[in-house]
């Protein structure tokens, strides 16, 4: 199989996805609700470039199936199939926010079974698409170990009640935590990082450039995305 970079669409997904709660000042030292203010975590962290591979296809139909902004689903065919820009950041943003969105992209990909997420489908992904990044490899997996290890809290208004958003933003925040190519030294980093061993609960952090998403959306608007890798 080979994986392309620009059509990495878990870019497009984990940037936006991971952005849901907004960046708002913290008012208070020990408020979890905000991590520390203007962050790119992109600055503190090199993300992998690939993270699930090309999901692309799944992307794409779940958009069709769950619907733009909460509303119905989107008629099938062309007509329904468009979606860039600032609308589709925007329903990324809220289907992340009750969870079927991912539900829907973990489904797709095989990641769920009985409607439980599914430890070993998540790993065996990694072994392909993490393959030529062992560092980011070995991290991705023990954030899975960790965030498939136990019940996490499912918020009691959810629709969708698989654990894939909860478990997909506790894999991040355990990738950033644990990154393999940290910029030291750097005292927005520090706080940032220091806010998240305060608050694991709290909103998970930005791993992924928004930088990689308009370069991807610039040639993806092009056709100029078709850049296998062997």
């Given at each position: 199989?080979?994986?392309?970079t620009?059509?990495?669409?878990?870019?497009?997904?984990?940037?936006?996805?991971?952005?849901?709660?907004?960046?708002?000042?913290?008012?208070?030292?020990?408020d979890?609700?905000?991590?520390?203010?203007?962050a790119?975590?992109?600055?503190?962290?090199?993300?992998?470039?690939?993270?699930?591979?090309?999901?692309?296809?799944?992307?794409?139909?779940?958009?069709?199936?769950?619907g733009?902004d909460?509303?119905?689903?989107?008629?099938?065919?062309?007509?329904?199939?468009h979606?860039?820009?600032?609308a589709?950041?925007?329903?990324?943003r809220?289907?992340?926010?009750?969870?079927?969105?991912?539900?829907c992209l973990?489904?797709?990909?095989?990641?769920?079974?009985?409607?439980?997420?599914?430890?070993?489908?998540?790993?065996?992904?990694l072994?392909?698409?993490?393959?030529?990044?062992?560092?980011?490899?070995?991290?991705?997996?023990?954030?899975?170990?960790?965030?498939?290890?136990?019940?996490?809290?499912?918020?009691?208004?959810?629709?969708?009640?698989?654990?894939?958003?909860e478990?997909?933003?506790c894999i991040f925040?355990?990738?950033?935590?644990?990154?393999?190519?940290?910029l030291?030294?750097?005292?927005y980093?520090?706080?940032?990082?220091?806010?998240?061993?305060?608050?694991?609960?709290?909103?998970?952090?930005?791993t992924?450039?928004?930088?990689?998403?308009?370069?991807y959306?610039?040639?993806h608007?092009?056709?100029h995305?078709?850049?296998?890798r062997?």
């Amino acid at each position: 199989m080979l994986l392309s970079t620009m059509e990495s669409y878990l870019l497009i997904f984990s940037s936006f996805l991971l952005l849901a709660q907004g960046a708002r000042i913290a008012r208070q030292a020990d408020d979890c609700s905000t991590p520390p203010e203007n962050a790119d975590s992109v600055s503190c962290c090199e993300p992998p470039r690939h993270i699930w591979g090309n999901i692309r296809g799944t992307i794409h139909s779940c958009a069709m199936k769950v619907g733009f902004d909460g509303g119905p689903p989107q008629p099938e065919g062309p007509a329904g199939g468009h979606y860039h820009g600032p609308a589709k950041r925007h329903y990324i943003r809220h289907r992340f926010h009750d969870g079927c969105f991912v539900e829907c992209l973990f489904q797709g990909e095989g990641f769920l079974t009985d409607n439980k997420v599914n430890k070993q489908a998540l790993l065996d992904r990694l072994q392909v698409s993490l393959a030529d990044e062992p560092e980011w490899k070995a991290t991705t997996e023990a954030a899975v170990e960790k965030c498939t290890s136990s019940e996490l809290e499912i918020a009691a208004n959810e629709t969708c009640v698989s654990g894939s958003a909860e478990t997909l933003k506790c894999i991040f925040r355990q990738m950033f935590m644990e990154c393999p190519f940290w910029l030291d030294g750097d005292e927005y980093c520090t706080s940032l990082k220091s806010f998240y061993q305060r608050c694991p609960d709290g909103p998970p952090p930005q791993t992924f450039p928004r930088r990689r998403y308009q370069h991807y959306h610039d040639h993806h608007h092009h056709h100029h995305h078709h850049h296998p890798r062997p």
